[in-house]
């Protein structure tokens, strides 16, 4: 008789990934659990109600929030600052709907993210039930994968699938839908179909580069004289062998919102302040994990001049979009960057130490003379605060860990360059504004040991103001700070100087404290430059919090300066604008 295995042999044995009751929502709600989601950001619907009270089963936190498009933003938050899968759970109809702004968001991100809704009964469909849409036309072009899954027998493998694509395994990583009948997700799985392969966990592939093009990479390098390094997301996890290389090289280095924080503002190579100087000096230009998209002008001569270019990715949109590099690596960024590092060995770089020391001294300047404007930045002639007065306040409270979301148009263009973090969150390439509360939420709860602060202005904070509930009900410990000018600033100024005349840009000083206590969150509105360190501090022992600062709308951003309002027909900036037309044409 074969013996019994013993109860603490039986005990120290790992669960089994199938549960106990295997209908298609406890399937999907044990996936999730198994793939080591701990939250879905989601709004209730009776066509996602079995798939939610199956995650409630599960253990799997729900923040419920008041908008669709809140859930995915927070998702694509969760897994911008995890490293794992964002996951946003919304009904039919116009939950999906109201979700596309933020699937189209984590789209142009490339953020991993699962979303997941239902649909009718499959005995109802094109019958006229309620909320019966075809969802996946309507995400189709802003997913990786998007699939009705109307047999119960597929929704592991669907999964599985799915959670393939968002994560990158094989092609770029971002969003992906999946919606099921809800007479799917209430009927039985077969447990022969729920094979173990399924649930586990898959590493992300190692792309390694080849031999040939790493000594190619390395003789551009090592020769070049003014090498200029710019990172982007794809860069994200190489931080270590991107600063050794730095160091190596003694070479300038920018980052961009997709990557701050990868390489300290310590380390000798960082001139962000030096950005449009340094971009038409290079010689060779390094892209790691970035797009040469808008905000780099494209990788057009008329700003890069005779630069060559080496590109270094993972994905083929982020090495060869606009500019062919004269090397390319598709590769890990951080395995790709130690092959570098390893066949260079010993040699000597040719690299120009005169100009990387000067522009990284006029750097520091610049910063230097920032910090002391900011803190001196007069008050406009309607008597309110400079937003600077602000971000200098700020930048004296929080920590230097702090997570920093910022959002808005004209205050964003402010808080990029006068707030600094090691964490930051923006709206992105998108331009996807509204961001910064429902950001901020979740990187209170997946930062919880972290200050968390939301900079946005006070259009911006309009779009989500109502998740302010989901903060105060979630006790997720944000701060936010609404940069009050009572308009769209930058659009006001375009407006005034190109045709003369405000039109429909102008809002109210709308008191959002007032809201935000009426929601039982600290809140308090500042009207003068003197009370914001008292009130920041009150608001950091008191989070959730929100402060509603007035600020004036006189204040000029770079941005409300640069022509980015009027979109200039060739280039985003009317400089840029203005040398491509001369380049074009000789």
Known sequence: MASQPSADAAASAPASPVPASPTAAAVIARFLKQRGVQRVYALCGGHIMPIWMRLDDEGIRIVDVRDERA???????????????????VTAGPGVTNAMTGIANAHVARAPMLVLSGVPPRLQENR???????HTDLVRSLTRYARTVRQPELVLQE????????????????PVYLDFPVDVLRAPVPAALLLPEHFAPRPRAVLTPDDGSVRAAVDLLWSARRPLFI??????????????LLSRLQAPYLDTGESRGLV????????????GGVMGQADLVVTVGRRLDFQLAYGSPAVFGDARFLRIADCAAELRDNRRGAVELLATPAVALQAILAAAGDRAPATDTAWASGLRASHLERSRKLAVSMREAPDGSDGLMHPNRVLAALRD??????????????????????????????????????????FGVAASLARPDQTVVVATGDGSFGFNAMEIDTAVRHRAPVLIVVANNGSWAIEVRDQQETHGKVVGT?????????????????AERVERAADLPGAIERALAN????????????????????????????????????????????
């Open 231 to 244: 990172s982007g997301r794809g860069a994200r996890g190489a931080s270590a062998p991107l600063t050794e």
């Open 128 to 134: 006229g039930a309620l909320q019966d849409m075809v």
């Open 397 to 438: 409270k929080l920590p230097a860990d702090a997570v920093v979301v910022a959002d808005g148009g004209d205050f964003l263009s402010f808080a990029r360059v006068g707030l600094p973090a090691t964490t930051y969150l923006d709206p992105g390439s998108l331009g996807c504004i509204g961001i910064g509360t429902p």
């Open 71 to 89: 859930a995915v933003y927070m998702a694509h938050a969760e897994a911008e600052l995890t490293g794992g899968l964002g996951v946003a759970l």
């Open 159 to 174: 999964l599985d699938e799915a959670v393939s694509r968002a994560t990158g395994q094989g092609g770029e990583p971002g």
């Open 264 to 275: 300290s503002d310590d380390h000798p190579s960082v001139v962000a302040a030096m950005r």
């Open 506 to 522: 102008r809002l109210q000083f709308a008191d959002h404290a007032a809201m935000a206590r009426a929601f039982g969150m600290h």
């Open 543 to 586: 989070r959730p919090a929100l402060l509603d600062v007035l600020v004036t709308p006189q204040a000029a951003s770079s941005d409300a300066k640069s022509g980015l309002a009027w979109v200039p027909d060739l280039q985003p900036l009317a400089t840029w604008d203005e040398a491509e037309r001369r380049w074009r044409n000789g």
